[in-house]
């Protein structure tokens, strides 16, 4: 008879993607997940499969954290200043209570870029394509502007979200707030 699990795995996953925000993957070892999420290995293992099927989760709780951001996102009609918005927000989501600077998902791109892991560069692939897409769909709504420069401003627009994402990390909030306007005054 399988034994009951005395942990639910919403709450684990959440501390365990929090960990890994703050340290990476590589960095996060079993024992860290095991103190932090407040349950063994054999648990982990158990649930998850692996460490890699735990990050693998922690990513997906990550994205349901920041959906609200993306949903608003994608559902205006402001055009550039929709862009600007969601910069603003995805930094902003970093100063509520418990949760990390950065972004979970541009660290992990980083961290993954030149490792032959498909499943998590499947992910992250997804994530940059679709947020490209954003991008492209929100530039669109000024129709003065060609396919060519739509598409280059998209570019820099995600480069700049990483970049973004990075010195969040760091910088002060009124360098953070100077950064994006600057982002704006160049499109």
């Known amino acids: 008879?399988?034994?009951?699990?005395?942990?639910?795995?919403?709450?684990?996953?959440?501390?365990?993607?929090?960990?890994?925000?703050?340290?990476?993957?590589?960095?996060?070892?079993?024992?860290?997940?095991?103190?932090?999420?407040?349950?063994?290995?054999?648990?982990?293992?158990?649930?998850?499969?692996s460490k890699h099927g735990l990050f693998l989760e922690s990513l997906k709780s990550y994205k349901r954290k920041v959906n609200s951001i993306f949903e608003e996102f994608t559902n205006s009609d402001n055009g550039i200043e929709a862009i600007q918005d969601f910069f603003f927000n995805s930094v902003n989501i970093c100063n509520v209570d418990g949760n990390q600077k950065g972004c979970l998902v541009t660290n992990t791109y980083n961290e993954f870029s030149e490792k032959k892991d498909e499943q998590i560069?499947?992910?992250?692939?997804?994530?940059?394509?679709?947020?490209?897409?954003?991008?492209?769909?929100?530039?669109?709504?000024?129709?003065?502007k060609d396919e060519e420069t739509v598409?280059?401003?998209?570019?820099?627009?995600?480069?700049?979200?990483?970049?973004?994402?990075?010195?969040?990390?760091?910088?002060?909030?009124?360098e953070i707030e100077d950064y994006i306007e600057m982002i704006f005054k160049n499109l």
């Open 1 to 49: 008879m399988a034994r009951k699990k005395e942990y639910n795995e919403d709450v684990v996953v959440e501390k365990a993607m929090k960990l890994f925000w703050r340290n990476g993957y590589e960095t996060t070892s079993m024992q860290m997940l095991e103190k932090e999420m407040g349950i063994n290995k054999f648990s982990i293992y158990s649930s998850f499969g």
């Open 121 to 144: 560069n499947e992910q992250m692939n997804s994530f940059m394509s679709n947020l490209k897409e954003l991008f492209i769909d929100k530039l669109k709504k000024d129709t003065t």
């Open 151 to 174: 598409l280059k401003q998209a570019n820099y627009l995600v480069l700049a979200k990483h970049g973004l994402a990075a010195a969040s990390k760091v910088n002060t909030p009124k």
